[in-house]
């Protein structure tokens, strides 16, 4: 994941994702470009992915220190 990637927020890669998938969705998109923006398209998946899964272990462990008070 470069520097970039870690430092965009989970809105905004998902506002990036389907700028790629339209683009995508065009027919007469050139093969290498189609493959520069699947690559970016499967990096964003990643970062939302993991940034979903932080989310969650936060939720998790705020309701679990919930339940001691």
């Known amino acids: 994941m470069t520097k970039k990637q870690q430092e965009i927020n989970f809105s905004g ?7 790629i998938v339209s683009k ?3 027919p007469n998109l050139d093969l290498e470009k189609g ?3 699947l690559e ?4 964003l998946h990643k ?4 940034k979903l899964k932080q ?4 939720i998790t462990k705020i309701l ?3 339940k001691d008070i």
């Open 13 to 19: 890669a998902l506002v990036r994702l389907e700028e």
């Open 47 to 50: 970062l939302c992915r993991t």
């Open 35 to 37: 493959l520069e923006l």
């Open 24 to 26: 995508l969705e065009d």
């Open 64 to 66: 679990e220190d919930d």
């Open 40 to 43: 970016e398209g499967v990096r």
């Open 55 to 58: 989310a969650n272990e936060k």
